[in-house]
Every structure is written in C-alpha cells, then in structure tokens.
C-alpha cells in the first residue's frame, strides 16, 4: 500500500546526499524522474546531530517512538577520502554501524515499513571485474584503505535483507539499499584533507589560482579510472527506488542481493578529472602527480543496468556537474 502523504525522515539531511534527497522530496531537484513534489514540508522530518546523536540506541529508539514516520532514507554516515580512512578507522566503522544497526531497528520497532539505506561503491572486492554488478558483493578481498567503512556498509545492506527476510511477510517491511558510485556536488566536504577527491582538487586549485601557483600537485600516479555521479542524480535515483512497487523491485533483485547500483555509467582518470576541474575552475598552471601517494583501487565502475532496466538514469554531465559543485564551493566559502 503507497500512502499519499508519507511522514518521511531523512536521516543525515545536512549531508551532501541527505541535502539533495530532502531538496527531491520537496520538488526542487532539477530536470529529472523526481521534479515534481514527493511530499509536502510539513511530512519530511529531520535532525541535526545536535538534537539526535544516531549512535546514541536509546535516543533513536526515543525519537522514532515518538515521530512514528512512515518511511525512512538512511543518508547519514561517517565519510571521507583515502586520507580520512586511514587516519579514523576506528572511528569510520564504529560510527557507521552503530547508526545503521540502531535507526534500522529502531524503524522496524516503530512501524516503518519502507526504508532505503545509501551505501557505497567501496561495498566491492578492490579487483571486482569492472564494470563492477551488484553480484559481485563479497566475492574477494577489499580495499585496505577503506575497509572498515566499506564492511560497515556491507552490514547495512545485510541488516535490511536480514530483517526483510524475518520481519516481511509477517510485519510487510520493506528496506532496499541503492549503492551509489562517487558522488559530488552541492553541500560536498572540502576540508583540505578529510575530503574526497573532486571536492579535494575543487579548493586545491582554486588556492592555486588565487595564490598563481606554478603547478599543483596530485596524490598518486593519476591513472586509477573512476566514476563520478552528481548528487542530486543521486537522490532522484533514490527517490526513483524508493517508490518502485514492491513486485517490480523484487522482479530485479533476490532477498540476498537486494542491492541496486547507482551510476552513472561512464569513468575517468584522476589525471582526466583533475584536467577537467583545472578547467573549471580557471587555473592554468602545471599539473603534476606524486607516484609516491597511494592510488586506491585502480578502477571504480559501476554496472547500472539493473537501475536502468527500472527506468531510470543519470541526467547531469561530469563537466556540467563540477561547475555546479565550484559555484557551491564558491558559496560556502564566502559564507
């Protein structure tokens, strides 16, 4: 049964993603599957970590008792690039399973029966055959940079597949998981380190160009290949799943592969990209790489056939998508 005005909590709304969902719900998302209002203002709810602390059980079970929504997206975590995951990871997995593991409990002991949890394209082994399918989850080793964030992911797509199996037929729960590649654009973290990389050499050239810097120089060799997804796609495309009818959803994926790729279909190199931001952005100074960084994993690319075949896809361009992320640069660092 589709309510026709659902109480929807976005959990992690101050977020890059949580942000672009809320903005979709409220039909200010742009050109796309998603342009016209979900749900009115009044029916979205939201909380700053200040007034709900998601790692916190008793305040989320609280909060859920009391707000009783009837559907959830699961947008708030612990991110950050190479250098944030090898500094915190403690910190990363900690963080992460504890607010996945209490707002999906939490959720099922309220009553919701429709939740859609975000997770990550780092989910997959570091030499996944590329373009990497969803069934390609838990078929080797993963990438030592990121692996305590990714196995906190891959226990976010497990709890909402394990309650689904237990709880669905007898509570009618339905929680599905969507696993976007890299994503960027408006409300991105561009702290000077703990950032990931498009916001990263976003600040790093434009302190180039203001300083006239000869050359900027890039972590890594500039040849691992990935893919970039702009993040109001993202949230049109959790927006797109979210509502799919519960036959259609499980037509395309099975109770222990319930997860669905978001991407956007093409990939670049660091060096590619890091041309592309330049450009953007203005500088014309020498670019140079450090071998002597890590790279990651050497290719990152997202097989989406399965979201296509669901009807949807990507709307925004690479280049159209990192000026929009630069003007938000721009905004927030002026603010």
């Known amino acids: 049964m589709t309510l ?5 909590y976005v959990a992690g709304h101050r977020g890059m993603v949580g942000s672009a969902i809320v903005r979709t719900l409220q039909g200010e998302g742009g050109s796309g599957a998603c342009a016209s209002p979900v749900a009115s203002v009044a029916s979205i709810i939201t909380r700053t970590h200040a007034e709900l602390d998601l790692t916190d059980q008793a305040a989320v079970r609280a909060f859920f008792e009391t707000e009783k929504p009837d559907q959830v997206y699961l947008a708030a975590a612990k991110v950050g690039g190479i250098h944030a995951n ?11 399973l504890m607010m996945q593991a209490n707002v999906i409990d939490a959720a099922f002991r309220s009553g919701v029966q429709k939740l859609l949890f975000l997770g990550s394209s780092c989910i997959y082994p570091k030499l996944a055959p590329q373009p990497m399918a969803e069934d390609a989850l838990l078929t ?13 992911k ?7 597949e394990s309650y689904n199996r237990q709880y669905g037929a007898s509570h009618g729960i339905d929680y599905r998981s969507v ?14 380190e703990n950032s ?13 160009k203001i300083s006239r810097a000869p050359k900027v120089t890039i972590w890594g060799t500039g040849s691992p290949r990935r ?24 037509q395309h994926t099975s109770p222990m592969q319930s997860h669905i790729n978001v991407g956007y279909g093409e990939d670049v190199t660091i060096a590619e990209l890091a041309q592309t931001v330049g450009k953007v952005v203005g500088y014309e100074g020498q670019i140079d790489f450090d071998p002597g960084k890590p790279d990651g994993a050497p290719r ?13 896809q990507a709307q925004v361009g690479l280049q159209a998508g990192l000026a929009a992320a630069y003007q938000d640069f721009l905004g927030s660092s002026s603010s």
């Not at 080797?140 to 196995?151: D, K, R, V």
């Open 227 to 250: 893919e970039f997804l702009f993040v109001q796609d993202m949230a049109s495309a959790s927006v797109h799943v979210m509502n799919l009818p519960k036959e259609i959803y499980q």
């Open 179 to 192: 696993m976007p590649t890299n994503l960027y654009g408006p409300g991105d973290n561009y702290h000077p």
């Open 86 to 96: 090898n500094t915190y990871p403690a910190e990363f997995i900690y963080q992460n």
């Open 140 to 152: 080797g080793p993963l990438e030592a940079t990121n692996e305590p964030y990714a196995i906190a």
């Open 196 to 208: 990931h990389v498009i916001p990263a050499l976003i600040r790093r050239f434009h302190e180039a």
């Open 154 to 160: 891959i226990a976010g797509i497990k709890l909402c």
């Open 300 to 312: 990152k690319l997202m097989n989406s056939q399965r979201l296509h075949a669901l009807g949807w």
């Open 4 to 8: 026709q005005n659902p109480k929807i």
